[in-house]
């Protein structure tokens, strides 16, 4: 069955460093999503992107932020800067192109920690 | 606004005990529910979810959920709760045409011998 793959699993940076999180939706797939989990806390939504270009942010995705579909296959998360309170669970989800179809998969987390 | 309201923190049941999570959306039209479960460190496991139809929800693991759309609720329910049922559970709300889901706070699970 196809599955949302995340890598790295585990980050460790410091404070003011860039990161990366990546991710590989389901091939077919058209809406990419973003989301946050803080330690103990609700899984929170960051971002989506459809056709190249974001759809929706949230007020936490601010410009320390940012996203891209490089090759067609890989979706990535960028903090520029990051701060101690980025350390969370990142979440990568996909969704299909179908109008009625709104279930997204999510893949198995990134748990960035910064130090 | 959109919103989802998990109004128990956490519950605890005993072994064998039926279970009931409660969730309640704020939203105008029909949603896209979900539950999701997630042990302790891990990602998120879909247990069930509605889009349309039969408005009783079967899904893995033995969990069934009810939608109520005059209640704006959709709970989830065990019959008989095994020890490895202990997780957070979280119920989720997707819509139409929208690009995100919004979670609840989650209901963390205990379950006691």
């Known amino acids: 069955e196809p599955e949302v793959t995340q890598t790295p699993s585990h980050q460790v940076t410091q404070m003011g460093q860039e990161v990366i999180l990546r991710c590989v939706p389901i091939s077919n797939h058209l809406y990419f999503y973003w989301y946050r989990q803080i330690l103990g806390q609700k899984v929170e939504f960051l971002v989506s992107?459809?056709?190249?270009?974001?759809?929706?942010k949230s007020e936490i995705f601010d410009d320390q932020f940012s996203v891209e579909r490089p090759d067609g296959s890989n979706f990535t998360l960028k903090i520029r800067s990051t701060k101690l309170e980025d350390s969370a669970m990142y979440f990568c989800?996909?969704?299909?192109?179908?109008?009625?179809?709104?279930?997204?998969?999510f893949g198995p987390g990134t748990r960035l920690t910064v130090l | 606004a959109q919103s989802v309201t998990q109004p128990d923190i956490h519950i605890t049941v005993s072994e064998g005990a039926s279970l009931e999570l409660r969730c309640n959306y704020s939203?105008?039209?029909?949603?896209?529910l979900f539950w999701y479960v997630q042990s302790p460190g891990q990602g998120l496991q879909l247990l069930l979810k509605?889009?349309?139809?039969?408005?009783l929800v079967q899904g893995i693991k033995g969990f069934e959920a009810e939608f109520k759309r005059s209640q704006s609720s959709f709970n989830l329910r065990k019959p008989s709760v095994h020890w490895s049922d202990a997780a957070e559970y979280f119920c989720?709300?997707?819509?139409?045409?929208?690009?995100?889901?919004?979670f609840g706070a989650g209901t963390r699970l205990f379950v006691k011998a």
């Open positions: 989720a709300v997707g819509y139409t045409g929208g690009f995100k889901t919004i």
């Open positions: 992107f459809y056709n190249n270009e974001i759809s929706e």
């Open positions: 939203y105008g039209a029909t949603p896209y």
């Open positions: 989800a996909s969704r299909g192109s179908g109008s009625s179809d709104n279930e997204q998969f």
């Open positions: 509605y889009f349309s139809g039969d408005t």
